[in-house]
Protein backbone atom coordinates (compact mmCIF):
# COMPACT_ATOMS: atom_id res chain seq x y z
CA UNK A 1 0.00 0.00 0.00
CA UNK A 2 1.43 3.91 -0.65
CA UNK A 3 0.88 6.75 1.57
CA UNK A 4 -0.16 9.98 -0.20
CA UNK A 5 1.81 11.95 1.69
CA UNK A 6 4.91 11.04 0.08
CA UNK A 7 4.51 13.48 -2.59
CA UNK A 8 6.24 16.76 -4.08
CA UNK A 9 6.27 18.79 -7.16
CA UNK A 10 4.10 22.14 -5.61
CA UNK A 11 7.27 24.22 -5.73
CA UNK A 12 8.41 23.14 -8.91
CA UNK A 13 7.20 22.05 -12.77
CA UNK A 14 5.10 19.38 -12.44
CA UNK A 15 6.60 18.14 -16.32
CA UNK A 16 10.22 20.00 -16.72
CA UNK A 17 11.20 18.75 -13.11
CA UNK A 18 9.64 15.61 -13.19
CA UNK A 19 12.90 13.43 -13.68
CA UNK A 20 14.25 15.70 -10.68
CA UNK A 21 11.15 14.76 -8.52
CA UNK A 22 11.02 11.67 -9.38
CA UNK A 23 14.74 11.22 -7.73
CA UNK A 24 14.02 13.04 -4.61
CA UNK A 25 10.52 10.79 -4.07
CA UNK A 26 13.13 7.72 -4.24
CA UNK A 27 14.91 8.66 -1.87
CA UNK A 28 12.09 9.58 0.28
CA UNK A 29 10.77 6.20 -0.05
CA UNK A 30 13.83 4.35 0.89
CA UNK A 31 14.00 5.91 3.70
CA UNK A 32 11.11 5.84 4.99
CA UNK A 33 11.20 2.07 4.18
CA UNK A 34 14.62 1.97 6.31
CA UNK A 35 12.65 3.88 9.25
CA UNK A 36 9.83 1.02 8.86
CA UNK A 37 12.11 -1.94 8.88
CA UNK A 38 15.07 -0.62 11.13
CA UNK A 39 14.21 2.71 13.41
CA UNK A 40 10.63 2.77 13.81
CA UNK A 41 9.83 1.96 17.48
CA UNK A 42 7.10 -0.46 16.16
CA UNK A 43 9.71 -2.26 13.35
CA UNK A 44 8.99 -5.69 15.12
CA UNK A 45 5.27 -5.12 13.86
CA UNK A 46 6.84 -4.82 10.38
CA UNK A 47 9.52 -7.94 10.25
CA UNK A 48 7.81 -10.18 7.76
CA UNK A 49 7.33 -7.01 5.31
CA UNK A 50 9.20 -7.06 2.46
CA UNK A 51 9.44 -4.85 -0.34
CA UNK A 52 8.27 -6.50 -3.47
CA UNK A 53 7.99 -3.61 -5.66
CA UNK A 54 8.60 0.01 -6.42
CA UNK A 55 6.95 2.71 -8.63
CA UNK A 56 9.92 4.43 -10.71
CA UNK A 57 7.19 6.86 -12.69
CA UNK A 58 5.69 9.64 -10.32
CA UNK A 59 1.93 9.19 -10.40
CA UNK A 60 0.94 13.21 -10.82
CA UNK A 61 -1.97 13.94 -9.10
CA UNK A 62 -2.21 17.45 -10.92
CA UNK A 63 -0.76 19.03 -13.89
CA UNK A 64 -1.93 21.20 -16.85
CA UNK A 65 -5.74 21.76 -16.92
CA UNK A 66 -7.68 23.27 -20.29
CA UNK A 67 -10.14 25.94 -20.10
CA UNK A 68 -13.67 24.92 -21.12
CA UNK A 69 -16.43 27.46 -21.50
CA UNK A 70 -16.97 27.17 -18.13
CA UNK A 71 -14.57 26.93 -15.02
CA UNK A 72 -16.01 24.54 -12.20
CA UNK A 73 -15.76 26.48 -8.72
CA UNK A 74 -15.22 25.87 -4.90
CA UNK A 75 -18.44 27.48 -4.35
CA UNK A 76 -19.70 25.37 -7.42
CA UNK A 77 -19.24 22.28 -5.65
CA UNK A 78 -20.16 23.86 -2.20
CA UNK A 79 -23.74 24.54 -3.54
CA UNK A 80 -23.57 21.15 -5.01
CA UNK A 81 -23.50 22.25 -8.75
CA UNK A 82 -26.88 22.61 -9.51
CA UNK A 83 -26.05 23.41 -13.70
CA UNK A 84 -28.76 23.13 -16.33
CA UNK A 85 -26.11 21.32 -18.20
CA UNK A 86 -25.41 18.46 -15.78
CA UNK A 87 -23.62 15.39 -17.24
CA UNK A 88 -21.37 14.01 -14.37
CA UNK A 89 -21.25 13.82 -10.50
CA UNK A 90 -18.42 13.53 -8.18
CA UNK A 91 -18.56 13.73 -4.29
CA UNK A 92 -14.81 13.57 -3.23
CA UNK A 93 -13.89 16.22 -0.05
CA UNK A 94 -11.56 19.06 -1.08
CA UNK A 95 -8.21 18.49 0.10
CA UNK A 96 -5.65 20.89 -0.76
CA UNK A 97 -2.41 19.68 -0.33
CA UNK A 98 0.65 21.84 0.88
CA UNK A 99 2.74 22.47 -2.09
CA UNK A 100 5.60 21.45 0.17
CA UNK A 101 4.41 17.80 -0.36
CA UNK A 102 6.64 15.84 2.26
CA UNK A 103 8.81 18.35 3.51
CA UNK A 104 5.64 20.76 5.59
CA UNK A 105 6.26 19.10 8.10
CA UNK A 106 9.74 21.22 8.32
CA UNK A 107 7.60 24.11 8.20
CA UNK A 108 5.18 22.78 10.75
CA UNK A 109 2.36 23.41 7.97
CA UNK A 110 -0.41 20.68 7.80
CA UNK A 111 -0.16 18.02 4.78
CA UNK A 112 -3.36 19.04 3.56
CA UNK A 113 -6.39 21.29 4.85
CA UNK A 114 -9.98 19.60 3.81
CA UNK A 115 -12.73 21.39 2.73
CA UNK A 116 -16.27 19.31 3.04
CA UNK A 117 -18.23 18.95 -0.43
CA UNK A 118 -21.72 17.75 -1.02
CA UNK A 119 -21.99 14.19 -2.22
CA UNK A 120 -23.12 14.46 -4.73
CA UNK A 121 -22.52 17.35 -6.76
CA UNK A 122 -22.85 18.37 -10.26
CA UNK A 123 -20.45 19.01 -12.91
CA UNK A 124 -21.48 20.85 -16.04
CA UNK A 125 -21.07 19.73 -19.49
CA UNK A 126 -18.94 23.16 -20.41
CA UNK A 127 -16.07 22.18 -18.27
CA UNK A 128 -15.71 19.17 -20.97
CA UNK A 129 -14.54 20.86 -23.99
CA UNK A 130 -12.15 23.69 -24.91
CA UNK A 131 -13.44 27.33 -25.02
CA UNK A 132 -11.26 28.16 -27.76
CA UNK A 133 -9.40 24.95 -29.70
CA UNK A 134 -13.19 23.78 -32.01
CA UNK A 135 -12.87 19.74 -31.81
CA UNK A 136 -10.43 19.34 -28.07
CA UNK A 137 -12.78 17.57 -24.98
CA UNK A 138 -11.42 16.24 -22.11
CA UNK A 139 -12.28 14.91 -18.83
CA UNK A 140 -10.10 13.93 -16.24
CA UNK A 141 -7.77 15.40 -14.17
CA UNK A 142 -7.26 17.83 -17.18
CA UNK A 143 -10.98 18.83 -16.84
CA UNK A 144 -12.10 22.77 -16.42
CA UNK A 145 -11.72 23.10 -12.97
CA UNK A 146 -9.79 25.46 -10.59
CA UNK A 147 -6.99 24.26 -8.17
CA UNK A 148 -9.44 23.56 -5.15
CA UNK A 149 -12.44 22.00 -7.57
CA UNK A 150 -9.96 20.12 -9.20
CA UNK A 151 -9.02 18.52 -5.22
CA UNK A 152 -12.22 17.10 -5.39
CA UNK A 153 -12.78 15.81 -9.36
CA UNK A 154 -9.98 14.75 -9.65
CA UNK A 155 -10.31 10.76 -8.27
CA UNK A 156 -10.92 8.09 -10.54
CA UNK A 157 -14.63 7.63 -9.49
CA UNK A 158 -15.37 11.35 -11.00
CA UNK A 159 -12.67 11.38 -13.29
CA UNK A 160 -14.76 7.60 -15.34
CA UNK A 161 -18.11 9.69 -14.90
CA UNK A 162 -17.26 13.12 -16.68
CA UNK A 163 -15.19 10.02 -19.31
CA UNK A 164 -18.62 8.45 -20.11
CA UNK A 165 -20.27 12.09 -21.02
CA UNK A 166 -17.23 13.86 -22.69
CA UNK A 167 -17.37 10.09 -24.93
CA UNK A 168 -20.93 10.12 -25.37
CA UNK A 169 -21.09 13.99 -26.39
CA UNK A 170 -18.84 13.14 -28.77
CA UNK A 171 -20.71 10.64 -30.12
CA UNK A 172 -23.82 13.09 -30.91
CA UNK A 173 -21.10 15.35 -32.32
CA UNK A 174 -20.31 12.94 -34.68
CA UNK A 175 -23.68 11.86 -35.32
CA UNK A 176 -24.90 15.09 -36.00
CA UNK A 177 -21.76 16.79 -37.59
CA UNK A 178 -22.12 19.70 -35.01
CA UNK A 179 -19.08 20.59 -32.68
CA UNK A 180 -18.52 19.45 -29.29
CA UNK A 181 -19.86 23.12 -28.05
CA UNK A 182 -23.10 22.84 -29.98
CA UNK A 183 -24.25 19.43 -27.91
CA UNK A 184 -25.24 21.90 -25.25
CA UNK A 185 -27.75 22.58 -27.43
CA UNK A 186 -28.42 19.08 -27.43
CA UNK A 187 -27.99 18.60 -23.63
CA UNK A 188 -31.74 16.61 -22.94
CA UNK A 189 -30.08 13.74 -25.53
CA UNK A 190 -27.06 14.03 -23.59
CA UNK A 191 -28.35 13.36 -20.79
CA UNK A 192 -30.95 10.83 -21.59
CA UNK A 193 -28.28 9.19 -23.81
CA UNK A 194 -25.94 8.56 -20.30
CA UNK A 195 -28.89 7.13 -18.01
CA UNK A 196 -30.26 4.63 -20.75
CA UNK A 197 -26.37 3.86 -20.72
CA UNK A 198 -26.93 3.75 -16.72
CA UNK A 199 -24.84 6.81 -15.98
CA UNK A 200 -25.93 8.64 -12.70
CA UNK A 201 -26.51 12.22 -13.11
CA UNK A 202 -28.33 13.98 -9.78
CA UNK A 203 -31.42 15.35 -10.18
CA UNK A 204 -32.02 13.94 -13.44
CA UNK A 205 -34.63 11.52 -14.20
CA UNK A 206 -34.74 8.74 -16.96
CA UNK A 207 -37.63 8.98 -19.03
CA UNK A 208 -39.57 5.85 -20.59
CA UNK A 209 -41.57 5.52 -23.84
CA UNK A 210 -45.68 6.25 -23.57
CA UNK A 211 -46.51 2.66 -23.72
CA UNK A 212 -44.37 2.09 -20.65
CA UNK A 213 -45.55 4.68 -18.31
CA UNK A 214 -49.03 3.73 -19.52
CA UNK A 215 -49.27 0.21 -19.06
CA UNK A 216 -50.68 -1.97 -16.02
CA UNK A 217 -47.68 -2.64 -13.39
CA UNK A 218 -47.97 -5.62 -10.96
CA UNK A 219 -45.67 -7.60 -9.15
CA UNK A 220 -45.74 -11.35 -6.97
CA UNK A 221 -44.91 -9.04 -3.82
CA UNK A 222 -44.15 -5.52 -3.18
CA UNK A 223 -44.62 -1.75 -4.78
CA UNK A 224 -43.30 -2.24 -8.27
CA UNK A 225 -43.51 1.27 -8.76
CA UNK A 226 -40.05 2.54 -8.79
CA UNK A 227 -38.80 0.13 -11.76
CA UNK A 228 -40.26 2.63 -13.76
CA UNK A 229 -39.63 6.33 -11.68
CA UNK A 230 -36.37 7.43 -13.70
CA UNK A 231 -33.98 6.87 -10.57
CA UNK A 232 -32.29 3.38 -11.20
CA UNK A 233 -29.98 3.49 -7.78
CA UNK A 234 -30.30 4.26 -4.01
CA UNK A 235 -30.34 7.90 -3.28
CA UNK A 236 -30.68 8.75 0.01
CA UNK A 237 -32.86 6.55 2.04
CA UNK A 238 -35.14 5.68 -0.75
CA UNK A 239 -33.97 3.00 -2.48
CA UNK A 240 -35.91 3.41 -5.99
CA UNK A 241 -36.36 -0.33 -6.49
CA UNK A 242 -38.67 -3.36 -6.36
CA UNK A 243 -37.55 -5.46 -3.70
CA UNK A 244 -38.04 -9.07 -4.49
CA UNK A 245 -37.03 -12.77 -3.51
CA UNK A 246 -36.70 -15.83 -5.55
CA UNK A 247 -39.63 -16.89 -7.57
CA UNK A 248 -40.94 -13.44 -7.50
CA UNK A 249 -41.86 -11.88 -10.62
CA UNK A 250 -42.76 -8.25 -11.92
CA UNK A 251 -44.74 -7.79 -15.34
CA UNK A 252 -46.12 -5.31 -17.40
CA UNK A 253 -49.97 -5.40 -18.90
CA UNK A 254 -49.94 -3.86 -22.27
CA UNK A 255 -53.26 -1.63 -22.89
CA UNK A 256 -53.45 -3.57 -26.27
CA UNK A 257 -50.89 -5.93 -28.28
CA UNK A 258 -48.15 -4.01 -29.03
CA UNK A 259 -44.37 -4.32 -30.93
CA UNK A 260 -41.76 -4.79 -28.43
CA UNK A 261 -38.01 -4.78 -29.48
CA UNK A 262 -36.01 -4.29 -26.44
CA UNK A 263 -36.46 -4.43 -22.44
CA UNK A 264 -33.79 -3.12 -20.10
CA UNK A 265 -33.01 -4.31 -16.20
CA UNK A 266 -30.67 -2.64 -14.06
CA UNK A 267 -30.38 -4.73 -11.34
CA UNK A 268 -28.81 -5.31 -7.95
CA UNK A 269 -24.86 -4.55 -8.09
CA UNK A 270 -24.49 -4.84 -4.50
CA UNK A 271 -24.12 -0.73 -4.56
CA UNK A 272 -24.40 -0.32 -0.66
CA UNK A 273 -20.64 -1.92 -0.43
CA UNK A 274 -17.87 0.51 0.18
CA UNK A 275 -15.34 -0.32 -2.42
CA UNK A 276 -13.39 3.07 -1.99
CA UNK A 277 -9.81 2.86 0.32
CA UNK A 278 -10.20 -1.12 -0.22
CA UNK A 279 -7.17 -1.80 2.06
CA UNK A 280 -8.90 0.10 5.15
CA UNK A 281 -11.88 -2.23 4.70
CA UNK A 282 -10.27 -5.41 4.02
CA UNK A 283 -13.51 -7.50 5.59
CA UNK A 284 -15.85 -5.83 3.41
CA UNK A 285 -14.32 -5.94 -0.24
CA UNK A 286 -15.83 -8.46 -2.86
CA UNK A 287 -14.09 -11.46 -3.88
CA UNK A 288 -16.55 -12.66 -6.05
CA UNK A 289 -20.28 -11.91 -7.53
CA UNK A 290 -22.15 -10.06 -5.51
CA UNK A 291 -24.61 -12.13 -3.62
CA UNK A 292 -27.53 -9.88 -4.45
CA UNK A 293 -27.36 -10.06 -8.13
CA UNK A 294 -29.39 -11.80 -9.77
CA UNK A 295 -27.50 -15.03 -11.29
CA UNK A 296 -30.63 -16.68 -13.17
CA UNK A 297 -33.88 -15.23 -14.30
CA UNK A 298 -36.16 -15.27 -17.22
CA UNK A 299 -37.92 -13.12 -19.05
CA UNK A 300 -41.91 -14.03 -20.52
CA UNK A 301 -43.76 -12.59 -22.79
CA UNK A 302 -47.25 -12.74 -23.48
CA UNK A 303 -48.54 -13.75 -26.67
CA UNK A 304 -52.41 -14.34 -27.23
CA UNK A 305 -52.87 -14.70 -24.01
CA UNK A 306 -50.45 -17.37 -22.89
CA UNK A 307 -47.14 -16.89 -21.35
CA UNK A 308 -43.90 -17.85 -23.04
CA UNK A 309 -40.65 -17.51 -22.47
CA UNK A 310 -38.59 -15.20 -24.04
CA UNK A 311 -34.92 -15.28 -22.63
CA UNK A 312 -33.87 -17.73 -19.94
CA UNK A 313 -30.30 -16.12 -18.59
CA UNK A 314 -28.17 -18.22 -16.41
CA UNK A 315 -25.28 -16.82 -14.60
CA UNK A 316 -25.53 -13.21 -15.18
CA UNK A 317 -22.83 -10.67 -13.99
CA UNK A 318 -24.40 -8.17 -15.46
CA UNK A 319 -25.81 -4.90 -13.57
CA UNK A 320 -27.02 -3.38 -16.89
CA UNK A 321 -29.14 -6.36 -18.61
CA UNK A 322 -30.82 -6.30 -22.51
CA UNK A 323 -32.47 -8.60 -24.16
CA UNK A 324 -33.83 -8.06 -28.00
CA UNK A 325 -37.36 -9.15 -28.30
CA UNK A 326 -38.55 -7.86 -31.57
CA UNK A 327 -41.82 -9.57 -31.11
CA UNK A 328 -45.97 -8.35 -31.11
CA UNK A 329 -46.77 -8.80 -27.22
CA UNK A 330 -49.60 -8.36 -24.66
CA UNK A 331 -47.47 -8.74 -21.51
CA UNK A 332 -44.05 -8.75 -20.47
CA UNK A 333 -42.62 -10.69 -17.11
CA UNK A 334 -39.72 -11.03 -15.58
CA UNK A 335 -39.24 -13.86 -12.75
CA UNK A 336 -36.17 -14.00 -10.55
CA UNK A 337 -35.58 -17.57 -10.43
CA UNK A 338 -31.84 -17.60 -8.22
CA UNK A 339 -29.44 -14.92 -6.70
CA UNK A 340 -25.07 -15.56 -5.35
CA UNK A 341 -26.61 -16.40 -2.30
CA UNK A 342 -28.88 -13.18 -0.97
CA UNK A 343 -32.22 -14.15 -0.22
CA UNK A 344 -33.59 -11.02 -0.88
CA UNK A 345 -32.54 -8.82 -4.18
CA UNK A 346 -33.78 -5.53 -5.74
CA UNK A 347 -34.30 -4.52 -9.47
CA UNK A 348 -34.00 -0.70 -9.83
CA UNK A 349 -35.29 -0.05 -13.68
CA UNK A 350 -37.44 -2.93 -15.65
CA UNK A 351 -38.57 -1.21 -19.01
CA UNK A 352 -39.36 -1.84 -22.78
CA UNK A 353 -39.25 0.13 -26.07
Known sequence: MGYWWVELGGEHHSIYDTEKLRDELLK????IWDHIKNRCPDRKKAENWALDWLQFLPGKRESRRYIGEYVLTQNDIESEGRFEDIVAYGGWTMDDHNPAGFYSVSINAPCTIFYPAPSPYGISYRCLYSKNIKNLMFAGRNASCTHIAMSSTRVMGTCSSMGQAAGTAAAIAVKN???PCDVKKHIDALQQTLL???AYIPWVKQRFS????????TSSSGNPEPV???INRPVGNDPHCWQCSENDWIEYQLNKVNPVNRITLILDSGLDKLIAMSHLQKDNQ??????TMPRNFRIEGKIKNKWHILSRVENNHQRLFRCEINKELSGIRFVLEKTYGSKKSRVYAFYFE
Do not use: H, Q
Not at 28 to 31: D, M, Q
Not at 210 to 217: F, G, H, M, Q, S
Not at 286 to 291: F, N, S, V
Open 210 to 217: RNCIEAKL
Open 177 to 179: SIL
Open 228 to 230: RDG
Open 28 to 31: IVLG
Open 196 to 198: YDD
Open 286 to 291: LTDMPE
